[in-house]
């Protein structure tokens, strides 16, 4: 029978932890990244028209109304309703693009997942993520 030379195994490495400190550090650079894209969003806006330009709301990423504009022919007394309607569609799709706005603001404080995303590739290596 041939003789086999023993090679040990290589250990495998235990992936480090995180020191405690550099995670505050990461979180505190995090809260100072989204406080200053809040602070952006407040004068930041976003334009929608409905009723093919009709009608014209600006909105800020804080889903604040600046403005809204109506074309004095949609105020005729007997299309009340549909004037209501139009707003309601507008208002509506402004809030919902300046929630958009907001979201993809905070992607890329957080790291393109989310505040989830982040915190867990942050707490990852506690075992925590």
């Known amino acids: 029978m041939a003789k086999r030379s023993y090679k040990p195994r290589a250990k495998k490495k235990?992936?480090?932890a995180p020191s405690p400190n550099?995670?505050?550090?990461?979180m505190q650079k995090m809260q100072?990244?989204?406080a200053a894209a809040q602070k952006e969003l407040e004068n930041e806006t976003v334009t929608v028209t409905a009723g093919g330009g009709a009608i014209s709301i600006v909105i800020t990423g804080h889903q604040r109304v600046q403005s809204i504009v109506v074309e004095p022919e949609l105020l005729d007394p007997e299309e009340v309703e549909m004037l209501q309607d139009m707003l309601v569609?507008?208002?509506?799709?402004?809030i919902e693009q300046s929630q958009a706005m907001a979201a993809e603001r905070m992607e890329g404080v957080t790291?393109?997942?989310?505040?989830?995303?982040?915190?867990?590739?942050?707490?990852?290596?506690?075992?925590?993520?």
Do not use: C, I, R
Request: charged share 15%.
């Open 14 to 16: 235990k992936p480090k």
């Open 22 to 26: 550099n995670l505050m550090a990461q």
């Open 32 to 34: 100072e990244d989204m």
């Open 89 to 94: 569609a507008a208002v509506n799709s402004a």
């Open 111 to 129: 790291g393109g997942a989310g505040m989830g995303g982040g915190l867990d590739s942050l707490l990852g290596g506690l075992g925590l993520g």
